[in-house]
């Protein structure tokens, strides 16, 4: 008998590593990875017809490649191999328990072709879109309802061609922007180790989704390019931001969770965020911008080990009469800023409203906002805080602040308005708004938040 299953195992391994060799004779190659779930079965693109010159259309073959591999959800799950190439396509959906991998030197590059962007309506979150009234192009790479879905790879590129976009936004399309990943109503997704460029508009939109996982990312789009947002968390729950370098034409993340009225009553606040190890330039926004689109309410995000390069502003908070909702415990840590317009902005007068049915009785709150040892040099202006009338931004916490202004510098380091709080350890000086306290430390939770405790697996893709 132990003979018997010797011979047996002894042909298994001699089939296997014939399977090995067939595959390695046909230039195959494994690619390894690490990820919150592995899967049991692989395709390529190119076996969907995928042409990767730059100018065949691959939108069929990926749109085909997905649905296929979509049997596989409940069988171990499945992953596409995106190969060497430019890869032209027009948007296409996602699937659960599915990865798309992008070799090193992949590239998908959006089309320019309108008739390959289908058009979905507005968010409800935001009753209409941020260019016009109405729909809006579907994303290049779109998900909605899924669970476990990864985008990944070897820092591959995702091209949106933005320019395209740019240039007709205000005059030629009847349609909002496309974003250039958009993952909806989601959990557990997984994007890492790309470089995504050029987006028509934001780079990155998890909306109504929990359990995001966002990791070394680069993302480069021109200074001036309009509203080309990096990563833009909305109405999110436990998400986690890490190890990202981002040059954009906008805020380099922006925290969000609905406009106005829309907002208010469909009430899914962002909460429990995680956002470490960003490096920004942004010189015509901010680092960070908390709203203005915060309806459905912001609460716990903490933000530490940044580094700010010729960025307008740092740190943005926006909101206004008619938001309703709420910015409540935000924790800033740890940032280093070089040449820097303002550090710190806090407005609520930001009046861009979805249209006049706004409710003028809905105020936002303000409260619990944290910022420790942060140093800046080259710095055109400290901080301008500016509360609403009436309904004061509260809770306003900055210790161990280190602001070495411009020589060339006129204007006061410091305006305030509807606001109090505290400092500790802060130069210069800020306003008296903000009591001086001797040897006060602002906090920092120490507790550990779920998205924190993700195991990655090891896993690998043969292509």
């Not at 230039?27 to 010159?53: M, P, Q, W």
Request: include cysteine; proline fraction near 5%.
């Amino acid at each position: 008998m132990k003979l018997m299953r010797s011979i047996r195992r002894a042909q298994v391994l001699f089939v296997l590593l014939g399977l090995v060799s067939l595959l390695l004779s046909r230039g195959a190659e494994s690619f390894d990875y690490t990820a919150i779930n592995c899967r049991n079965h692989t395709a390529s693109l190119k076996d969907f017809g995928g042409v990767g010159d730059g100018k065949t259309s691959n939108t069929k073959a990926f749109r085909s490649a997905i649905a296929s591999l979509s049997k596989f959800q409940n069988d171990g799950g499945s992953q596409l191999f995106v190969p060497p190439g430019r890869w032209l396509t027009g948007s296409f959906n996602l699937t659960s328990h599915f990865t798309l991998y992008l070799h090193k030197d992949a590239v998908i590059l959006a089309s320019q072709d309108l008739s390959e962007w289908p058009i979905i309506g507005p968010l409800p979150s935001y009753g209409r879109g941020k260019d016009l009234p109405g729909g809006r192009y579907i994303s290049l790479i779109f998900g909605t309802q899924l669970t476990d879905v990864i985008i990944t790879g070897d820092m591959g590129t995702i091209d949106g061609q933005g320019a395209w976009w740019w240039q007709r936004y205000k005059t030629e399309l009847k349609s909002n922007r496309p974003y250039l990943i958009e993952i909806m109503s989601s959990d557990q997704v997984q994007i890492t180790n790309l470089k995504l460029i050029d987006s028509p508009s934001w780079h990155i939109h998890p909306v109504y989704s929990s359990n995001i996982f966002i990791k070394g990312i680069t993302i480069v789009a021109p200074p001036t390019s309009p509203n080309t947002d990096g990563i833009n968390p909305d109405s999110c729950t436990n998400v986690r931001i890490e190890d990202c370098n981002i040059v954009s034409g906008d805020d380099c993340v922006s925290v969000k969770s609905g406009w106005d009225q829309y907002g208010i009553a469909f009430g899914k606040p962002t909460k429990h965020v995680i956002i470490r190890r960003l490096t920004c330039s942004s010189p015509i926004n901010a680092v960070l911008t908390i709203g203005s689109e915060m309806s459905g309410g912001i609460q716990d995000v903490r933000v530490e080990d940044i580094v700010a390069i010729r960025t307008k502003t740092a740190v943005r908070m926006k909101t206004a009469i008619g938001r309703g909702g709420y910015i409540k415990d935000i924790f800033i840590r740890r940032m280093t800023m070089t040449t820097m317009r303002l550090a710190f902005l806090m407005t609520g007068n930001y009046s861009t409203h979805p249209n006049n049915n706004f409710n003028r009785t809905a105020l936002p709150v303000i409260d619990g906002i944290s910022f420790s040892d942060m140093v800046g040099v080259n710095v055109r202006s400290a901080g301008q805080l500016d509360g609403i009338k009436g309904n004061p931004f509260t809770g306003i916490c900055i210790s161990n602040v280190t602001l070495s202004m411009l020589p060339t510098s006129t204007v006061v380091p410091w305006t305030c308005s509807d606001v109090n709080g505290l400092t500790s350890g802060v130069s210069p000086k800020p306003c008296s708004m903000l009591t001086e306290q001797v040897a006060k430390t602002c906090p920092f939770p120490t507790d550990i938040l779920p998205i924190d405790r993700i195991q990655l697996k090891n896993c690998s893709i043969m292509a």
